[in-house]
């Protein structure tokens, strides 16, 4: 027998303090990506070997600005977005509000962190970039910044999880509504990602920076960063992964295809996104080949709940464009609605996901991995990952979010779109000029204007890469036109009263194994196990920590 649970609790009203902190938090997170994008311009006009970043105040050198972009873009814009984004959704889905107190404090945290990490970078003490990998030593205040940034995901994460918990208690025996699932999931992994983050920056970077110890372990610390810096590639994506599933669909006019393989998906990226990590360090010394052979294969393994979500997703808008009177094979995706900005940055941010998946399978692969690794190409994989399908998916989100938060109505609905196409166009033709720079030996974190060896070859893909960059820039200056007049201009009254809530193809099983798929418990166990075995061999061989190197500032 199959009925329907607890998927949609009516009457869910958000109060204003709670509304308040969301709406906080998702400004700190686009403020952050204005800034990010402005240096983003400077980096990619940098390819073309144009130097506007001489003009930025207090910019001293590319590396301090290629810090800027990489910490505010990858770190402050995607915990921020998090934090905001998948309370509302847990909170939604389970008709039961998350902590305000912990919500402002969630927010407080990161403020913090932002000012802390901040300072060093804006002083020159902390141009090590988003990775600060060691021998390369910031001020001991970039470290603690980036600290309380992981802290503040552990509040967000315990203040779900307490929701969570409550829910079960007046709720025994019902299903866990998906999109709660998926929200917590999401936190779950990252619970699990984050610690070798945390065990590097609390137990060697902080002493190593206030010379309370002084050496460094650089391969201890690279393979500590790399236990979390894959996994946080899907803790950018999976809230995008949240919006593709169970609000898509709904503004698409679609369904999601399946409750239980929803599920599936994300479990599959609580087990497998952690155990993957030495696909970054194919070419570090004192990893073993065999241990990299099991990273790379549980890699394709980490594909795969991407791939269903490829199918699922276009499923979905399959529904919705059929049911505009879309027909034949491909008809179907015209008839979308073209004009819902929300809509049409998600799909947009799709598309160039396709891509993006693409090169994370030819970077995954060890062998081809040798040709590209530090070259542009790696950049040109991120900016159709991280760089468009996160953002624009986040910018879509943003485009009925806002207006929900503030009770205000979008402003410049068509230039919202626009915003959308123009930084669609410029992210592929920026990757077009990094990708075919980078499978030319084009290196990546490199001053193109300094560089004594660039090869004539390099100039068409540098000249790309920089148009490409300028052509984002253009699209994300239109966004955060629309995004500040709606914050400030906006008319009250018409502004969305819910979240677009996604009604499911086939609703939650209420008995079978699928029942299972709700014990985060042992999904978190069987994490654990698999990460023992993905990371304790090597631990195992290469501890005690080897303290080998001093530090060095040379920028
Ligand atoms: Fe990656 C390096 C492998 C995904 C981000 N990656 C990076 C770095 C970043 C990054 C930032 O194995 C650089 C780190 C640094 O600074 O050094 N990556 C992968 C693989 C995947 C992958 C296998 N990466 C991501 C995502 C990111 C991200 C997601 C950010 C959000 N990546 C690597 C490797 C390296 C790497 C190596 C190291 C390279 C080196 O040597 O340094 C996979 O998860 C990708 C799976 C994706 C798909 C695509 C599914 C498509 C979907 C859209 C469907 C479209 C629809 C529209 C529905 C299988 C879901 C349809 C409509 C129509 C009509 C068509
Ligand atoms: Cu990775």
């Known amino acids: 027998m199959r009925t329907p649970v607890v998927a949609n609790p009516a009457g869910f009203v958000l109060p204003d303090s709670h509304r308040r902190a969301i709406l ?26 144009v130097d506007i970043l001489q003009y930025f105040p207090g910019m001293r050198t590319y590396y301090q600005g290629l810090t800027v972009h990489g910490v505010v873009n990858a770190i402050v814009f995607t915990f921020a977005f998090a934090a905001g984004f998948l309370s509302l959704t847990t909170s939604r889905a389970l008709g039961r509000l998350v902590n305000d107190k912990l919500l402002w404090t969630i927010f407080g945290t990161m403020v913090l962190g932002v000012l802390l990490a901040g300072y060093a970078i804006v002083t020159g003490q902390g141009s090590v970039l988003y990775t600060f990998y060691p021998p390369l030593m ?51 992994m990252w619970t699990l990602a984050s610690v070798g983050i945390a065990v590097s920056v609390v137990g060697l970077l902080i002493p190593w920076s206030m010379g309370l110890i002084s050496h460094s372990d650089p391969l201890l610390s690279r393979t500590l960063f790399w236990y979390s810096g894959h996994p946080i590639v ?75 979500t490829a199918f699922s997703v276009m499923f979905a ?15 179907w995706f015209a008839k979308l609605d073209w004009g819902n900005p929300a809509l049409v940055a998600q799909i947009l941010a799709m598309l160039t996901f396709t891509l993006g998946g693409i090169t994370g399978l030819i970077n995954a692969s060890y062998s081809m991995n040798m040709s590209i690794h530090n070259t542009a190409w790696v950049p040109g994989h991120f900016h159709m990952t991280v760089g468009s399908a996160v953002t624009m998916s986040f910018m879509g989100i943003a485009f009925w979010l806002v207006p929900y938060l503030t009770r205000r109505d979008l402003v410049g609905r068509g230039l919202a779109l626009a915003s959308q196409w123009v930084y669609f ?32 070859s390099w100039e068409l893909a540098g000249m790309l890469t920089g148009l490409g960059g300028t052509l984002m820039f253009i699209g994300g200056m239109l966004f955060f036109a629309v995004f500040a007049a709606t914050l400030f201009f906006g008319r009250k009254g018409g502004a969305p009263t819910d979240v677009p809530f996604t009604v499911t193809a086939t609703p939650p099983e209420t008995r079978g194994w699928q029942v299972k798929l709700d014990s985060f418990r042992w999904w978190m166990l069987a994490a654990v196990v698999l990460i023992l075995i993905a990371y304790g061999p090597f631990l195992v061989q290469y501890l005690p920590a080897s303290f080998m190197s001093p530090g060095y500032r040379f920028y």
């Open 425 to 456: 166009i410029g992210v592929l033709v920026m990757a077009r000029g990094l990708i075919s720079g980078g499978v030319d030996g084009m290196p990546r974190r490199t001053n193109m204007l300094e560089a004594a060896y660039g090869k004539p």
């Open 234 to 308: 899907y803790f950018w994506l999976l809230p995008a992964y949240v919006s593709w599933y169970t609000m898509v669909p709904k503004h698409a006019g679609g369904l999601l295809f399946s409750d239980s393989l929803t599920r599936v998906v994300f479990i599959m990226f609580l087990l497998l996104s952690i155990p993957t990590g030495f696909h970054h360090q194919y070419t570090d010394p004192g990893i073993t080949v065999g241990m990299k052979a099991l990273h790379a294969g549980l890699t394709f393994g980490i594909f795969f709940p991407s791939m269903v």
């Open 138 to 188: 910031a001020h001991w205040s970039f470290y603690l910044g980036l600290a309380l940034l992981v802290v503040s995901t552990w509040i967000t994460a315990a203040a779900l999880m307490i929701t969570l918990l409550g829910w079960r208690k007046d709720n025994p025996g019902v299903r866990i509504p998906l999109m709660a699932f998926i929200s917590v999931a999401t936190y779950a």
């Open 317 to 331: 808008l399959e529904i919705g464009g059929r049911r505009r009177g879309g027909t034949g094979l491909v008809n």
């Open 24 to 49: 906080c938090m998702i400004v700190l997170s686009f403020a952050a990506l204005f800034i990010g994008v402005v240096n983003g311009l400077g980096q990619a006009l940098n390819y073309a070997r």
